[in-house]
């Protein structure tokens, strides 16, 4: 039973890395001379990565006081650096390996990445679940990485990165060739990491590219699941569970209605009369509609979840959610979390909002709630704050930048925000 009178607030989406030199000291030794010549030529590509800002995502002091500033006691630890031999953040498709040599070079950067992060996970003990990473264009190398990082306490899982056309790698994740990492994360109790962005082509780098890249981020993303669920790799592997996160809920109803509409329909007479159509031969293998994989197998890491998307909750399922900051990236909820939560959650039934706080992350990523209570007792939201709300339109300009706060902080929000509120708090069926 629940006596405390503040929240457990656990994000499922935070981001952190090394600083550059540091991860030289992570390296196997065989690479340092190479990755000296690389620093040399290395410049940070992203803003929050440069100066002071910078060293959120190393600084675990500085974490821990800032996420306590924001009543958040743990953290999911997504990459956000840039690994050794790496162009570009390795968050996002595997794409431009150009060779052996290449390959091996990234397995370098990112072995050295998990082993820092392993260290900075141990130096806050209970707090922090890190994701930890792996090249798929070997999938042995990367089946042992997994068995090495469940040795080393990263519960965070295993981040899947992208494997579009082009990548040279099966660009469908029901291929066998990737049946042996989905064993090992279920043998290990370790859930499959998808963050947005992580599974898009990368095209080239006019401005274009870049505005479709983002336009179309969220096709990729959803590829993912509709993979996983028809392609059978959550029927062939019941104790998978996968982890959508930064990638929104909206979307998640409408996809699990069509796939169950299309397996309805392969069921029904008009497909049973003609035993080879493709659709029954998919079917035919799947035991549970994909509505019925999602509630058992999937949640969704809510970053910036929104009044709308409150309300749509008992669409995905009772412990499916799990709120998330996005720090320390600009357009996080920092330094305004407890004001995205209360916007969020006004009005909501307290156990839900208990499940979506924390206690669905601790589940998943196994944090241990009794540890951690007592730090939320010290800075957590409190349960009646949370209940109360704000009214958004008092929110200061730069709150804004959040997509929390989307379309709810002017004035003529006020009679939008109210709707919102009412249909969060509407029971459910």
Excluded at 299 to 316: D, K, N, Q, T, W
Excluded at 334 to 341: L, V
């Amino acid at each position: 039973m629940v006596t405390s009178d503040r929240y457990v607030v656990i994000s499922a989406d935070c981001h952190g890395g090394a600083d550059l030199q540091s991860y030289r000291d992570y390296l196997d030794p065989g690479y340092r001379e190479d990755f000296d010549r690389w620093a040399e030529t290395y410049e940070p590509p992203y803003e929050d990565l440069k100066g002071e800002e910078g060293t959120r995502n190393w600084d675990s002091g500085r974490r821990l006081r800032e996420l306590e500033s924001e009543g958040i006691v743990a953290e999911v630890l997504f990459p956000n650096t840039v690994p050794p031999f790496f162009p570009t953040s390795s968050l996002g498709s595997q794409s431009g390996v150009s060779g052996g040599d290449d390959l091996r070079h990234r397995w370098a950067g990112l072995r050295s990445h998990n082993r820092w992060l392993a260290d900075f996970c141990a130096a806050a003990p209970g707090r922090r679940a890190g994701v930890f990473q792996v090249m798929l264009q070997d999938i042995e190398q990367a089946v042992r990485e997994i068995e090495w990082a469940a040795a080393a306490g990263l519960t965070g899982g295993m981040l899947l990165t992208g494997a579009p056309p082009g990548s040279g790698l099966p660009p469908l994740y029901y291929h066998d060739y990737y049946a042996p990492l989905w064993r090992a994360c279920v043998e290990h109790g370790l859930p499959v990491a998808c963050h947005s962005g992580s599974a898009a082509p990368i095209t080239g780098e006019r401005p274009e590219d870049h505005v479709l890249l983002m336009l179309e981020l969220s096709w990729w993303d959803r590829r993912v699941l509709r993979h996983l669920i028809l392609g059978g790799v959550l029927e062939e592997n019941p104790g998978l569970r996968v982890v959508f996160t930064e990638e929104g809920l909206g979307w998640i109803p409408g996809q699990l209605s069509q796939m169950d509409g299309f397996v309805d329909s392969a069921r029904g007479d008009a497909y049973v009369q003609n035993e080879l159509t493709f659709a029954t031969q998919v079917v035919r293998k799947l035991s549970l509609r994909p509505s019925e994989y999602w509630h058992r197998q999937c949640y969704a890491g809510a970053s910036f979840m929104h009044p709308s998307e409150s309300g749509i909750r008992h669409l995905l399922g009772r412990g499916r959610i799990m709120w998330g900051s996005d720090y320390p990236h600009a357009e996080s909820a920092y330094p305004f979390s407890r004001e995205a939560i209360q916007v969020a959650y006004a009005g909501l039934p307290g156990d839900e909002v208990r499940e979506m706080l924390g206690g669905t992350a601790a589940a998943v990523f196994q944090f241990d709630l009794d540890r951690l209570q007592p730090v939320a007792d010290r800075v957590g939201p409190r349960r009646d704050e949370v209940a109360a709300g704000i009214d958004p339109a008092d929110l200061p300009a730069e709150a804004a930048k959040c997509p929390a706060f989307a379309g709810l902080m002017s004035g003529a929000s006020r009679s939008r925000w109210a709707d919102n509120r009412k249909l969060q708090a509407t029971p459910a069926p």
